[in-house]
């Protein structure tokens, strides 16, 4: 008899593997205060800060294949393979703040930082990251308390800078690797694995931001804030190096990345009365994230040889890259791209220059005639939340909404999936989705006009199944992420089994998502960089949410 | 106050005398890995280089090399679609922003810089006899990187020495790259292998077929020759490696299967049977083969692609002497039924590629001819007629001779596909597996049979017809085909070649079939590539120098160093 263990065939006889990791860290953190006020007006505070800190990582895995029923651990099993690391890293970090205040209307601070790092080269270890912030209490103004209509008003601005060294040690050394791949006939090589850099240091995130914060009457509270972020120094690896070196990208701080958004949040007591409550919360925000500069400006390519993102300066990240889908000849079924108009092309008669002008866009059936371009761009054009909190006696209940629109999704299963026919051993996507997909059919003249999918055929329909904005989907979406309703015993039969508290309630989690996107889940990861292959935003059989059904109960004694 | 003062400094001191010097342990440094005592693991590394996986697993430079060189041949039938930029580079559709010339030039560059390093630590006169045989090794691997990406990069050496070659890679790169004159970059690589050769001289290989040693050299340097037109230079190189005896492995299968020991192989690019050396998708025998159950072909099957097969003009010459070993012992059907015949031949599919048309059930009419239906249900008389002294089936269409194809009846990959497998089992099956690591071979870069064939192609050249016949006859006894099978200067025409070349020509591509020779080979001689035959790679015959037949040099590099590209 088998067990489960031994069911795959990479591993006929069955495969274990254990995996150790330790590690230790020691930190430091020596704080220094001081606090004033001088005049019952005057209020002054500093603090002078002082850390150190140092671990190290290490880890150690063992696997063997040929496994009997019932053992589980590795001494009976031929040995697979062993590999283990070891890493360290050392820090330390110095900083200084003061802070003013006056009449505790007036808020201004300041705040100086160094910090150290071993990841980088020695000469460029330490780096220096001041801010400053000042807030303005305006409800507590003369002029304010004389009105009760506006209970809460502030302004707040701050301008700062953060360093991150986040990426990974030993960047800087030129080394070799003995990596498992560089064995030959069972015996250990190595070669050459780093493109070091000495200049390498702290990437610079400079953050400035505005807000206002307002209270009316206590019953509707809002919160509005501008910000503009700019990353310098951005630790990415440049790819833009001369593969004849030996060497296909070094490490470098180049790159300039501007993430500029505004974000309101209103929370609105609606209805508030001894048995009854409605609250609700709104969050909405907009953001986006543009490249300002990159090594030599030339454009950094994401993903892979056909679906691509740009980066350039002045385009917002995660901007699809692709060939334009304008839909099916409604003559011919055939597939249709566009196309821009060459000098070549007017030349050579392809086109009758009467007619057309250079950068003119026409459709094409030939996948490789026509031009890569922007289609789109990953990013929602914004995103938020709704919250509604309902208390009716003893009972209560909150529903929770997600929603993000304008973002466009890359959905690469479609490639093998909805290919008219190019993989004829694999399954296929019903049209039948309610998204108004309709194949056009020779002998059936209705389907030509509104065709979204070319005729089918054996092996594909001239390469109508390649990366292009055809599979580029809207991937907006409103969510019902949680539905909760909650019962609370009442307080005399609460004091009668002598607890606190007694809750029973029901939770459902991704109830429903409400989009037109044709894979199963539209919230994909949108965060990346030009090494994301696939490209940030790019949906590929992704597993779908799960759908919770709990029911719980808080007990307090 | 005191104590704060004290505390503080001791903190401050403490901090600021932390050590952030710190080094891995899991790599070395280039510095110390660049003397002659770590000069040997720095081989062992250029080694695996060839077939190392950066990345994505099937990105070797073996598999790409492989791929790059053939499939753009009159060769394969590519037989399915696929997201892989290998079915770009089989259908002429390669480009820049291709994935497998980036990591091809690449890879081929890190072995240049790689073995450059190892190269320029250790002077001429060592007196090391290890370290002599290791600098002549390293050398041989940076002539092999530098040539086979001039094949793929830039123009056949004979259109010109003046054309713009690939970079040429010696040292750590000080200065921004320029490409160097193909005449340049032959240059560099006959240095590297007279100096190879002056160095392992006397010396022993340093393991199995998987290492280099002096013979290695000298069969790449006699390539050289050939591809440079130095007919003589060539002809005597190839006298001194076949002074001792033909070295040809009187078993084919044996020849691939066990090419890390066969006295044929001068190199092959070693792979052990290791889970490491058997990463999925990387194995150059993936494309070839589909492997189903107990080492038979599968369609499709638990491992392996298969979607490339023999093309039919390449059967039709394997079939002039149905009895060929490369023939009976590298071809693999699906699914072979000798009990029945299926008659087949190529149409148009509508889509710039030509299909075949195949009858499952043809009729024999009894009398030696046969009644096959087309696509249309049309009935055709197929009768047989004589080519150039050898049988070929045929039927008349207005006028018109149209050749098909009468063979045992056998399977496709899918139930309504229009291509007949026929897998070649060059790369699969290594040391006589066929079910752990079925798929796994050490392919052979330089052999004995090359050798022997471009000594007979320099003698045709010359006009040496005996000589040259007399070479191409060895190959074909070795495929055991003799008597009668034998090319003489009598028996030449008759068989439809008026000139020595020709004949060579066909022998070299039945006999390195699939091992990346023939684009070239077409090229260099100046004759057409014709790929009108079935699969879907497009229906097209292209001149010696069409540029798209050589691939364009990757965009990254370009933006990067701003060489020029090749035209198209």
């Known amino acids: 008899m088998t067990t489960p263990e031994s069911k795959n065939t990479s591993f006929p006889d069955g495969y274990a593997g254990e995996d150790v990791s330790w590690g230790q860290s020691f930190g430091t953190t020596n704080i220094l205060r001081y606090s004033q006020t001088f005049g019952g007006k005057h209020s002054v505070s500093a603090l002078l800060g002082l850390e150190w800190g140092t671990g190290w990582d290490r880890g150690l895995g063992a696997s063997g294949t040929g496994i009997a029923n019932g053992i589980r651990v590795l001494s009976s099993l031929n040995p697979y393979e062993i590999s283990s690391y070891w890493t360290e890293t050392e820090s330390w970090s110095a900083f200084g703040q003061a802070m003013y205040s006056y009449m505790e209307k007036y808020v201004f601070s300041a705040t100086l930082r160094a910090d150290a790092s071993s990841v980088f080269a020695p000469g460029n270890r330490v780096g220096y990251f001041p801010s400053v912030s000042a807030s303005w209490l305006i409800s507590n103004e003369d002029f304010m308390k004389a009105q009760n209509i506006i209970s809460f008003l502030k302004l707040r601005a701050s301008w700062g800078t953060t360093g991150n060294s986040g990426i990974g040690n030993y960047r800087f050394y030129d080394t070799y690797s003995f990596d498992k791949a560089y064995q030959y006939e069972e015996k250990a090589g190595g070669v050459p694995q780093t493109n070091g850099n000495p200049n390498l240091k702290w990437e610079t995130a400079v953050k400035m931001n505005v807000g206002l914060d307002v209270s009316v009457k206590n019953i509707i509270s809002a919160s509005l804030d501008f910000y503009s972020n700019q990353n310098r120094d951005l630790l990415l690896n440049n790819p833009n190096i001369s593969y004849t070196s030996g060497f296909t990208g070094r490490l470098e701080n180049i790159g300039v990345v501007q993430n500029t958004g505004v974000e309101l949040s209103v929370t609105s007591n609606n209805i508030v009365k001894r048995n009854f409550r409605w609250s609700t919360t709104l969050n909405i925000g907009h953001n986006r994230n543009v490249v300002k500069q990159l090594a030599n400006n030339e454009p950094l390519y994401a993903g892979t040889t056909t679906v691509k993102q740009v ?247 | 106050m005191k104590k704060s003062i004290i505390i503080l400094t001791l903190l401050a001191v403490t901090a600021t005398s932390c050590n952030l010097d710190k080094f891995p342990h899991n790599q070395v440094s280039a510095e110390s890995m660049q003397t002659q005592e770590n000069a040997i693991a720095a081989t062992i590394g250029n080694y695996a280089l060839f077939k190392a996986t950066p990345g994505y697993a099937g990105d070797i430079f073996v598999r790409h090399n492989q791929q790059l060189h053939e499939f753009k041949s009159d060769n394969i039938l590519m037989s399915g679609k696929s997201t892989d930029a290998l079915f770009l580079a089989a259908t002429f559709q390669d480009s820049e922003v291709d994935d497998n010339v980036k990591v091809y030039w690449a890879q081929g560059y890190r072995i240049c810089y790689a073995t450059s390093n190892v190269i320029n630590v250790i002077p001429d006169d060592t007196e090391d006899a290890v370290m002599r045989h290791i600098k002549g090794e390293n050398l041989f691997l940076r002539a092999m990187a530098h040539l086979l990406m001039s094949e793929v990069f830039s123009q056949p050496y004979s259109f ?137 072909a599968g369609s499709p099957g638990q491992q392996g692609w298969g979607e490339i097969y023999y093309s039919q003009p390449l059967l039709d010459l394997f079939e002039r002497y149905p009895n060929d070993l490369r023939l009976t012992t590298m071809r693999e059907k699906y699914d072979p039924n000798p009990a029945k015949k299926m008659i087949y031949w190529p149409v148009d599919s509508g889509q710039g590629t030509l299909e075949n048309n195949i009858d499952p059930n043809p009729v024999d009419n009894g009398d030696g001819t046969w009644k096959a239906k087309d696509g249309d249900g049309v009935s055709h008389i197929i009768k047989q007629e004589n080519v150039n002294s050898y049988p070929r089936w045929y039927f008349e269409d207005g006028g018109k001779h149209v050749y098909v194809s009468v063979a045992d009846s056998s399977g496709c990959r899918l139930p309504d596909d229009r291509y007949p497998i026929n897998y070649c089992k060059k790369y699969v099956h290594q040391e006589g597996n066929v079910t752990d690591y079925a798929l796994q071979s050490s392919p052979a870069m330089l052999r004995y049979a090359e050798v022997i064939l471009n000594r007979a192609e320099a003698y045709a050249h010359l006009d040496k017809v005996g000589e040259a016949l007399d070479d191409v006859n060895t190959i074909r006894h070795r495929a055991g085909l003799t008597g009668a099978a034998d090319f003489t200067s009598g028996n030449m025409a008759a068989r439809g070649y008026d000139n020595v070349l020709d004949v060579v020509l066909d022998e070299r591509r039945m006999e390195l079939c699939f091992e990346g020779f023939r684009t070239l080979d077409l090229q260099r001689n100046k004759k057409q590539l014709d790929r009108r035959y079935a699969g879907m790679q497009p229906n097209a015959v292209y001149e010696y120098n069409d540029p798209r037949i050589i691939y364009r040099i990757p965009q990254v590099e370009i933006n990067a160093s701003g060489i020029e590209q090749n035209q198209r």
């Open chain 1, 311 to 557: 980066y350039q300066p002045g385009i917002p990240m995660f901007s699809w890259y692709m060939p334009k889908w304008l839909g099916v000849d409604p003559e011919t079924g055939d597939p249709l791209w566009e196309h821009f108009v060459t000098e070549a092309d007017l030349e050579l008669g392809v086109y009758d220059s009467n007619e057309y002008k250079v950068g003119d866009r026409v459709p094409s059936n030939a996948l490789n005639f026509s031009d890569s371009q922007i289609v789109g761009c990953a990013q929602p054009d914004f995103s938020g939340g709704l919250v509604n909190t309902f208390q009716w006696g003893n009972f209560d209940a909150s529903l929770n909404l997600t929603f993000q629109v304008g973002n466009e999704v890359y959905n690469y299963t479609r490639i093998t999936l909805d290919a008219d026919g190019a993989y004829p051993s694999f399954n296929s996507m019903s049209l039948n989705n309610g998204l108004g997909w309709v194949r056009w059919v020779e002998d059936d003249e209705s389907t030509h006009a509104i065709a979204t999918h070319p005729k089918a055929k054996l092996n594909g329909n001239k390469n109508a199944n390649g990366a292009t904005s055809r599979y580029l989907e809207d991937g907006s979406y409103l969510r019902i992420k949680n539905l909760t309703l909650g019962y609370t015993l009442p307080s005399n039969i609460l004091k009668k089994i002598h607890m606190k508290n007694l809750r029973v309630f029901l939770s459902f989690d991704n109830l429903y998502t409400f989009t037109k996107f044709s894979g199963v889940d539209p919230e994909v990861n949108i965060a990346g960089n030009t090494e994301s292959n696939p490209p940030a935003g790019t949906y590929n059989s992704n597993y779908p949410k799960y759908r919770f059904y709990s029911l719980g109960v808080n007990v307090k004694f």
């Open chain 2, 160 to 296: 010109g020495r003046d054309n713009p070659g690939i970079v040429i890679r010696t040292s750590a790169m000080t200065s921004t790259p320029v490409r160097a004159t193909v005449g340049e970059v032959y240059d560099q690589i006959e240095a590297d292998l007279k100096k190879a050769i002056e160095l392992m001289t006397g010396g022993k290989r340093r393991g199995d077929n998987g290492y280099a040693d002096v013979n290695s050299a000298k069969a790449l340097l006699a390539r050289v020759y050939l591809q440079e037109e130095r007919w003589q230079d060539c002809i005597d190189l190839c006298d001194d490696l076949l002074s001792g005896g033909n070295h040809l492995d009187p078993d084919y299968e044996h020849l691939f299967q066990f090419s890390r020991t066969s006295e044929e192989v001068l190199w092959c690019i070693a792979n052990a049977m290791t889970a490491d050396d058997y990463i999925g998708g990387k194995q150059v025998g993936q494309m070839h083969y589909s492997q189903g159950e107990n080492g038979k």
